[in-house]
């Protein structure tokens, strides 16, 4: 299967979607720019909206559900928000399509043209904020901490399987407060959970920061983000956590009655992440031989395979397996036995290796006779034999492993790719022949980042919390500043 | 609450549209004919959709993810799907805005105009069955059972919270067989699915049948349903299943090589249930004093309201109802404890019985001195004092009792409300007066149930599966009929 599959050194690019393709992740479909979700891809998928929605309500956080469709001029009510986010997008203009006079087919009926285009939700700030407007009277409603999975739309012209689609799943938290102090403490928790989940669940190493003025999201005072970095040094925003001030419910006229009876704007805060996350997994830590994924996240954490010659050896295989298989559940581990008679047990190890699968274990007569397994690693590829004998035990700390191994591999990656630039040579030579995070100085303007981007196509991608303060000079205009920013490529 | 509410009798389809909005499930948004789906609607949607997922999976389906969008010249591929499908239906036609002339927010570029307009999807067998032409190549790769969970657009004109709105949620079922045989088990046994779901969870009974031509899915060789009774007396179809034969394998070409060496069109089916369930379980058992739930799909199961008089009493009752709330969660039981300060007792009451809390506890000083509790049932509203002691096992035992009796309820309402017609006279007169379903014959024919419909709005709810045969007229042209069909007002 590795033959007709790019390595990582030849083109990273091709080596992405080759393991998104090939391992059955996900394929576009015959609408520009729209995926389709594979089953193996949409299992992912359902791992990460599990975990994360458990942590949502965990902190308090009810879903529901909004219109996908959003009135035209509810865009421009905002006015940068409208700016960002009104402009590529699907528009509905019509709500009927007849029978073409020829016979052939349906055309568009120009009777049933709507009074006011309808947007395709690029994000929903604006239709749920239409809503608050109702939910919320007193402080008695506050804070209200809602939570949204659904489909967004956004008509984006260069588009790549999962990182960058015209149409994407994700979910949307909106959340309304009585104060400015418990909407920054919301943003802010939220950005915990999303980095939480990218160490712990992705075994993804995040750095937490604010965006800078450009990158900030359309409407917000505020975007935190956390930003991890993929095998090509590139970076890649793994969630945003935004700070909304008083914008939507001045724009949509969400007031409450506080404890005190004065009439104040609710203060708001918004926070996503989407199918993205799902590029980002397959970036992180997939090799040569195909995907990786953390134990946490893998649909199957562990595939059996039977080594056989005839029917009564895999019989014999098979009453030995069963147990054991049941044995590796019970510790709530996922486990497949792939005893199918159509491939061979060599076509299945590449089979698995490929799609990424943590754990294999191979079973034969000779393994039965020594009471034995063999137990093939797909983060180390090691191989080694293991005594039967408390199988689960062993099998539960060998996914703990490989998952805190994927981590501490991603870590060090991006220890090693990182650096910092104290002059511009230095910067467009570290950009340019190094990639990585570079940290540099920066005079803190929206005219020097422009500047740096135009020339190197790095973006500042946060300036991380609790970041040292640092005398120096801007490594463009040698102004002074007084700390560094993370500087990168991004996806 | 009541009182701003209106009766079953005094007016039903007032008194379920009060229920939907003051119970806090849906309301109406600022997009016509759309719902915005509530926290508490929401979270009934979560149990329905947790419990049919176990069920797709247990019977071997995996979910996968299609675009929302769907190529207008998808729906000219399949002759008599375009005819019911392609019609009232969300247009895509542009793909960008920009700044209006006169500053004032946002229009339609013009010169984004799309080159084939998109339609948002009203049903996916199209899309997926495009795609499914690269997934299945050979009988190994049969049969292929695959089920999405998404969003649907329908232009409906007269719209109806959860009942009929122009966006819903649902879940389809696609799925592709080597066989004709094959496939009709899969259109039934995914039929036997959802009436298992509707009698077992939602503690509604159903008739299982198959559709008459008149109100066969569009593109299907045969439409099996579940009906179930309202207490208006009219039909809810609350489920499909189709057997579409090989019309979508042909009209996008999807053949497969067989075990033998031919190429063959592969077989399908599709199925779905929506949102439109909750419709169906507000109306089959809530009463004038609000909703009813089943305590299976109850968001909450059992409420705890203490009863106090000051801070002292509450700490004391607080102390004893923790331990309490502990040992009926160890149950698998969802308990919310209402300490809030904000609202009396008697208001407490009366929201969780009008939000159909399946069993209310209320717990003051006196109680405590005597060891005991008040259990009150919403489904009789029946109150009790109960011995603390073993409570769990009291309440485990009082919410099956719960569960089964508003399934008996609901039998016997159906019972009741079910007739035989066997004169033309005797129809109208049972359909105009008493309503319910009405067992009568028909010779057949598409014309005669047209004929019926127009003259007493009753159509043909389905052919129940296993109906007796039994000789007799048609009750409107007298021809000769070997079975009857059920006849209903439906919604």
């Known amino acids: 299967m590795a033959k007709d599959f790019s390595t990582r050194k030849e083109n990273y690019s091709q080596w992405y979607n080759d393991i998104v393709i090939k391992a059955d992740l996900a394929e576009t479909s015959s609408v520009r720019g729209c995926m389709v979700i594979k089953p193996y891809g949409y299992a992912i998928w359902e791992k990460i909206q599990a975990e994360l929605d458990k942590m949502f309500k965990a902190t308090g956080h009810s879903n529901a559900y909004f219109p996908i469709f959003i009135p035209k001029s ?35 009926d120009e009777d049933a043209k709507l009074e006011e285009e309808l947007i395709v939700r690029p994000t929903s700030e604006t239709i749920i904020w239409d809503s608050f407007r109702n939910w919320i009277h007193s402080y008695r409603d506050l804070p209200l901490l809602i939570n949204q999975w659904a489909n967004i739309v956004r008509w984006e012209m260069r588009t790549r399987l999962f990182l960058r689609t015209a149409e994407f799943l994700w979910q949307e938290g909106h959340t309304a407060h009585a104060t400015k102090e418990e909407a920054i403490e919301e943003t802010e928790k939220m950005l915990n959970v999303y980095a939480d989940f990218a160490e712990n669940w992705m075994a993804m190493p995040v750095i937490k920061g604010v965006k800078s003025e450009n990158e900030r999201f359309a409407g917000a005072l505020d975007t935190y983000c956390i930003e991890a970095m993929m095998q090509d040094g590139k970076a890649l925003q793994a969630g945003t956590s935004h700070f909304l001030g008083q914008n939507f419910a001045k724009a949509f006229d969400v007031k409450f009655a506080s404890k005190e009876g004065t009439l104040d704007y609710v203060w708001a805060t918004s926070w996503g992440v989407s199918t993205r996350l799902i590029g980002a997994l397959v970036m992180a830590h997939s090799d040569d031989n195909g995907l990786v994924l953390p134990p ?14 005839n029917a009564d050896q895999l019989k014999e295989v098979t009453e030995k397996v069963l147990p054991m298989k049941k044995a590796i559940e019970s510790r709530g581990i996922s486990v497949k036995y792939d005893d199918r008679d159509t491939y061979k047990p060599g076509w299945k190890f590449n089979e698995y290796e490929f799609k990424g699968v943590p754990i294999r274990i191979a079973i034969g007569p000779r393994d039965i006779e020594q009471g034995t397994v063999e137990i093939a690693r797909r983060d180390t590829l090691e191989k080694a034999v293991y005594q039967q004998i408390d199988i689960e035990h062993k099998i539960e700390n060998l996914l703990s492993q490989i998952q805190d191994n994927l981590y501490q591999k991603a870590l060090s990656f991006r220890e090693l790719n990182t650096h910092k630039a104290n002059t511009w040579e230095e ?37 991380p919390f609790n970041n040292p303060l640092e005398d120096g000079k801007c490594i463009l205009t040698g102004k002074p500043s007084i700390q560094r920013a993370i500087f990168a490529r991004a996806y």
Chains 1, 2 share one sequence.
Do not use: M
Request: net charge positive; glycine share 6%; hydrophobic share 40%.
């Open 74 to 108: 509810f865009f421009s009510k905002e006015a940068s928000h409208v700016e960002g986010f009104a402009k590529e997008c699907a528009v509905v203009t019509h709500y009927r399509l007849k029978n073409s006079p020829d016979g052939k087919g349906v055309i568009v």
């Open 296 to 309: 946490k996240l893998a649909p199957i954490q562990v595939v059996i395979i039977p080594i056989y010659k």
């Open 427 to 463: 910067f467009k030579d570290l950009i340019e022949n190094k990639g990585g995070f570079v940290y540099a100085h920066w005079d803190g303007t929206k005219e020097t980042e422009d500047a740096i981007k135009n020339e190197t196509k790095a973006t500042i991608r946060c300036i």
